[in-house]
């Protein structure tokens, strides 16, 4: 006998084996997708409740799902078809079946935190890029060199000294504050980093439209902890030098990096007529925390925030970053 004809022996004899009727066929097979679309729900793999794994757990030829005309009975073919299309249904619509279970949820919290450390990395290698330029642009920055301690206005915020006695301004005072973007349904979110830099994104989309208009103008960039009067400060036009439009950009840029953005920005705009004006503000930490208290809720920055950043302040240097002048306002104890 060729192996041929015993091949198709061993296949005579299984078949003769199964002596089920198609009722209890169909009941295996709805019984086998039951248990294996469970363990494909569990595990978060669709193919472990494929039509081939559901065959072969209930034990039925695959000829039953996809020969055309197998069966004389239209009804009876009718049954396997429902179960081979509840099967494909399944496997089409898998995530819909998946979205309430823990292990979803978990691979969905996965994805996210995943997305969040994929956008921080951009970011970081965005600051690696602008730390480059700025290391290529060292050398020409270091040619402007000048006399720090001549440069220097010491402002006493609490005494109100003025830096000019002059009533009128340069222009209007534009201020671009991060501030105003970090806001979302209603809530402060200081600490959340993907917001900051969108927040980051729209506050540089409005000082591009500042700077390309044709005038002369001093940029304040404000330097500080949260709570250390930049806002306030801001918003007293006497603060000003009255000789050029004055632009306030109102954020903590406490780092040289953080400051470099905004520097690397203005520069692509920058005229013979553009001054960048540092202003610090030295701030006691118990200053800080007082006026954090005295916040409205929805606007108050955790304690450790504040120090955290606090201790983050770096006094620009006026001999390596590409600033003009400085002024420092000092508050002193509540």
């Not at 002596?19 to 997708?33: K, M, S």
């Not at 330029?133 to 010491?154: G, P, T």
């Not at 955290?308 to 104890?333: Q, Y």
């Amino acid at each position: 006998m060729s192996s041929n004809e015993l091949s198709l022996l061993s296949k005579q004899t299984i078949a003769k084996r199964d002596r089920r009727t198609h009722d209890e066929r169909i009941t295996d097979l709805e019984a086998a997708f039951a248990i294996l679309k469970t363990k494909a729900i569990s595990s978060g793999i669709k193919t472990d409740a494929s039509a081939a794994k559901v065959l072969k757990d209930a034990r039925v030829n695959r000829t039953y799902f996809y020969v055309k005309d197998k069966l004389k009975d239209k009804s009876v073919s009718a049954k396997y078809q429902e179960v081979r299309i509840a099967i494909q249904n399944f496997q089409d619509n898998f995530d819909s079946f998946c979205s309430d279970t823990l292990v979803n949820q978990l691979r969905n919290k996965l994805s996210q935190a995943e997305e969040q450390r994929n956008q921080i990395a951009t970011t970081m290698i965005e600051q690696q890029k602008l730390v480059a330029e700025y290391q290529n642009h060292n050398s020409i920055l270091k040619k402007k060199a000048r006399i720090q301690s001549n440069q220097i206005v010491d402002v006493l915020h609490s005494t109100g000294v003025n830096l000019n006695s002059k009533v009128g301004i340069f222009g209007d005072v534009r201020i671009i504050s991060l501030d105003t973007y970090l806001w979302k349904n209603g809530k402060y979110m200081f600490d959340d980093e993907i917001i900051r830099q969108e927040a980051w994104k729209r506050a540089t989309k409005e000082l591009t439209q500042v700077l390309q208009r044709a005038l002369p103008m001093r940029i304040y960039i404000l330097i500080g902890a949260p709570c250390a009067g930049k806002t306030f400060w801001s918003k007293d036009h006497s603060n000003f030098y009255p000789d050029l439009h004055s632009v306030i950009i109102d954020a903590t840029n406490l780092t040289l990096l953080s400051r470099l953005k905004w520097i690397s920005h203005i520069n692509k705009y920058r005229t013979k007529d553009t001054r960048i004006c540092a202003v610090v503000f030295d701030t006691p930490k118990s200053v800080l925390q007082s006026r954090n208290n005295r916040r409205e809720p929805t606007k108050q920055v955790r304690s450790a925030q504040i120090f955290k950043k606090a201790n983050e302040l770096e006094i620009p240097n006026l001999l390596h970053e590409d600033i003009d002048e400085m002024i420092i306002v000092r508050s002193l104890d509540e």
